[in-house]
């Protein structure tokens, strides 16, 4: 029995000593900072470890700026309650009596103010959107200009007011007699003030912090805290150390995430949350702290309250992971596009941009297509017409990462197909972009009347003929693209964007000519064209076609008829003259008669792509007989590719 009761109490005398050991081991992080100041300090706010302010009573301001604390002149005398700034050079405080004051980065002023209640706090998301709270219900804004009252739902005392953005902001309060009940937690949207919370099971509350839009947490009187995650819709109080305890009002409290949160109140009360449980941090009976804050990084936090106490918890190895963000431009492209990819907006809150380092999977698919770099932008163009997601990473200098994905649509290249139908004098034209497998859009117009008449969409003519109907399809050539990767320590380039490399080895099958989208290892080939397109070796294999020109012009005239006659020429892959997709544009087009004939004069011709429309001029001394098209000085003599002019 003895044995058993030496026993209970070793543990019991183990589990104080470890209460205490770690309870003292955390308490020794928090050191109390010299201040010759011995007034009430209200509360604190900081944007970096050499620029915080506490603010307190009889208009007290103190500034630290990394290694002491000074006092400013805040041209006021009456008690400062709330503060907060855009930057370290845009500060609002606001007091007694509805006073306000702004520092720019050199000194204090005073603001002209719409109410001359007390203020407890402020907050906002920039230097033109400030909200303060204040007795009675107040509720002022600033917008960059002035100050202006808000309609506000109650006229109990507000005391404390946060929020994630400028449309989702909280005020929290309650009556002003200590211990009363009746707290209350009003919602802006944006729009209007409204009650989120009032019940007379709740405490006073004296202000409020989250971690994001839903995410909110509370606290007041009687170690009271409430946490939302659905943005207000419901609170429900939380256990924590000094819960339903009469003697303690958790008075502030501040967080770097949400897992990483500070409460701070009566008795020197410090608690800290770490996503899971409340645990408190720090205990002195002899101390009231009214506020606590840190600076961005986290790595600072502070505590002020009665008499002047300053504490800090000096946190050098805190880190939290970054925050992964980028954009795109374009927003939208096809094939050809070559996309810019921005990871400049990618922030963390302990490294500088510049020190964090990125990279990209552009198939998410688990390979990273690029290394790990400070620069945050990179080029891509994508082979595949396809919702594409997108992958960056981001790695701070202690090698925590944060991830986000995108998707981008990327649609095919377009082609245009284009028919032209004419039968005696009257014709229609009718032209019609589509892709590879889908239509997008078409348009047409007609004409009617005596004579010749051209009617065009895109690229067309029409000639006095019996009825004759082409249809052509056109590659919209995209612009040459240069992709650059590598291949273990290879250095990869595509500079025609086919997908083949010219390097080949560990880059995949050697592109033969990397400057020519119709030639790759995967290319079918085109006969004719004088290219081995396939990179096989061999020019021009297994062609059975001899020529794809077309052409569309009466295939009689009469001498007599003298005037002017159209044509047009369709130039397809695989011509015997050399004339291959999209190169009519350099061509040459004439027509040759019998030995020593002359008479049809071509007087003008464009090119559109593959097409060559012109105008012959028939001569009436012209020589009779069969006129051929000769192109580039070749002769063309595929059916109907000629003209044979009568007597």
Not at 366 to 372: L, R
Not at 401 to 408: G, K, M, N, Q, R
Request: net charge negative.
């Amino acid at each position: 029995m003895i044995k058993r009761l030496l026993n209970c109490n070793v543990a019991v005398l183990a589990i104080l000593f470890l209460f205490y050991f770690t309870l003292s081991s955390v308490q020794a992080a928090w050191v109390q900072q010299t201040n010759s100041d011995i007034n009430q300090l209200r509360t604190i706010w900081g944007v970096s470890s050499n620029r915080v302010f506490a603010i307190g009573d009889y208009g007290t301001i103190l500034h630290y700026d990394g290694s002491t604390w000074s006092k400013m002149p805040s041209g006021i005398d009456q008690n400062i309650f709330g503060v907060w700034g855009a930057s370290g050079s845009n500060v609002f405080a606001v007091a007694d009596s509805g006073k306000i004051i702004h520092f720019d980065g050199s000194a204090w002023s005073s603001m002209t103010s719409p109410v001359s209640t007390r203020l407890r706090d402020a907050w906002g998301t920039s230097a033109t959107d400030v909200f303060a709270v204040g007795e009675n219900g107040v509720i002022i804004h600033y917008n960059g200009s002035a100050w202006s009252t808000m309609t506000s739902p109650t006229t109990l005392t507000l005391q404390g007011v946060w929020g994630s953005s400028s449309i989702n902001v909280f005020a929290v309060g309650g009556p002003s007699g200590s211990g009363s009940g009746n707290g209350i937690i009003l919602k802006y949207d944006g729009v209007a003030w409204s009650i989120s919370l009032n019940a007379s099971s709740v405490i006073r509350l004296h202000d409020a912090w989250g971690s994001s839009d839903n995410n909110i947490f509370a606290v007041g009187e009687s170690g009271s805290i409430l946490h939302t995650t659905d943005g207000g819709g419901t609170w429900v109080p939380m256990v924590n150390p000094v819960k339903d305890d009469p003697t303690i009002t958790l008075r502030d409290i501040w967080g770097s995430s949400a897992t990483d949160m500070f409460a701070a109140g009566d008795n020197g009360t410090i608690l800290h949350y770490d996503g899971s449980l409340w645990s408190k941090v720090y205990s002195n009976l002899n101390a009231v702290l009214h506020g606590i804050g840190g600076d961005i990084s986290g790595r600072h936090i502070y505590a002020v309250g009665r008499s002047g106490i300053l504490l800090v918890n000096e946190r050098p190895d805190f880190n939290t992971p970054p925050v992964a963000s980028y954009f795109v431009s374009p927003s939208s492209g096809d094939t050809a596009t070559v996309f810019t990819f921005n990871a400049s907006d990618s922030e963390d809150k302990q490294d500088a941009k510049e020190a964090l380092q990125v990279r990209w999977d552009f198939e998410n698919d688990g390979t990273w297509d690029t290394e790990y770099s400070t620069d945050k932008n990179a080029t891509h163009t994508f082979v595949t017409a396809a919702s594409h997601s997108v992958k960056l990473e981001v790695k701070d200098t202690d090698g925590l990462t944060a991830s986000i994905t995108h998707t981008l649509d990327v649609s095919p290249v377009l082609l245009t197909t284009i028919t032209t139908t004419t039968i005696d004098n009257s014709t229609t034209t009718t032209s019609q972009n589509i892709t590879s497998t889908t239509s997008i859009s078409a348009s047409s117009s007609s004409s009617s009347s005596g004579g010749s008449r051209t009617s065009t969409t895109t690229a067309a003519a029409t000639s006095t003929s019996s009825m004759k109907t082409t249809s052509t399809t056109t590659a919209i050539a995209p612009p040459p693209v240069t992709t650059t990767t590598t291949a273990g320590a290879q250095k990869c380039t595509d500079n025609d964007n086919d997908g083949y490399f010219a390097e080949g080895g560990d880059c995949g099958e050697k592109d033969c000519n990397d400057n020519d989208i119709a030639v790759s290892p995967a290319a079918a080939e085109v006969c004719d064209d004088g290219k081995d397109n396939n990179c096989d070796g061999v020019f021009d294999e297994s062609c059975g076609v001899t020529c794809q020109i077309k052409t569309f012009f009466p295939e009689k005239v009469r001498r007599s008829d003298g005037g002017s006659i159209y044509f047009i020429i369709y130039g397809g892959a695989g011509c015997t003259t050399g004339i291959g997709l999209g190169q009519m544009l350099s061509s040459t087009v004439e027509f040759q008669g019998p030995a020593g004939g002359s008479g049809l004069k071509s007087l003008a011709s464009i090119a559109v792509g593959n097409i060559v429309i012109g105008l012959l001029q028939v001569d009436s001394n012209a020589t009779a007989g069969v006129y051929y098209v000769y192109i580039n000085s070749k002769k063309t003599d595929v059916t109907g590719a000629s003209l044979t002019l009568l007597e």
